[in-house]
């Protein structure tokens, strides 16, 4: 049985998360860590991960960028794997996540969805047919009034794969409001929407001279990335130290 620690226990996702667990015999939360630690869940919670000194196999967040610091210290500390799931990590803190990783196991994902990591997939197929093509490329994301970061880490992955695949020769565009010029061609624009409960959605555009093709994702529910974030956590309890990604969950 794998014993995790739910980081942001008692936010949207982890309360996802610890319904799902409580019903899955291969996994179970021995504790949560928020900043909020009213505990409502059966298990302690913390303010932080250095204060849990309950003992896990690995922790999952789903918490803020503005926890990840912290996080990572403690996971060091703690020898704790960790499946980081938070957006909106600066350039300095992604930086940071692959040094902690050098000295424990990290799994890092925008999106835990099977969905979107299957797009990723199709993307590398596509991208260098269409760019090669002269086809424009646009991301728009669309979001719940809630959200912290824009745009969305998916969006950014999305861009950063299909920029890989063209040697990195893109910039990314975020917004137009100044522009009194035409559109570069090596370019890739990167929209964010948000309002109300909006789950998740995202569309990647590529559009050509009389011919546009969309390929969209939407998320109907937030447990598709809790299913995917157990996975993981199953997947990384007792593995070496090292950077993984769900490419290694679900091939
Ligand atoms: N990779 C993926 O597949 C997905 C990633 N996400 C990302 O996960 C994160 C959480 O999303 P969501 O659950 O919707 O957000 P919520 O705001 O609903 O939940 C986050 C929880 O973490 C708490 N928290 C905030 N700051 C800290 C801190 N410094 N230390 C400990 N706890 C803290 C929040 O408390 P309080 O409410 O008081 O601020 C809240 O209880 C976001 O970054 C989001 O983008 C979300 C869905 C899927
Ligand atoms: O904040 C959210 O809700 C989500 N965040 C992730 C992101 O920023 O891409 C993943 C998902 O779209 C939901």
Redesign the pocket.
Known sequence: MVRAIM??????????ITNLIAEDPGIELVAG????TEQKNGYPVF??LAECDVEADVVI???????TD??LAAMVEKKLPGV?????LSEEQLEAVKEASTKVAILK?????LG?NTLFKVLKMVTPILAEAGFDMEIVEK??N????AP???ALALADVMNETMDNAYAYKFDRTQERKKRDKMEIGIQAVRGGTI??EHEVIFAGTDEVITISHT?YS?A???K??IAAAKYLAGKPAGYYDMKDVIG
């Open positions: 980081h942001g226990c008692n936010g949207a996702m982890g309360q996802v860590v928020d900043i909020n303010a932080s967040d789903f918490a803020s960028a503005k926890a912290a996080l980081l799931c938070s957006t909106g994902s925008a999106n835990m969805s979107i979001h719940h809630r959200k912290l970061d969305s880490g998916t789950v998740g998320a937030r598709i990335f809790a995917g974030a």
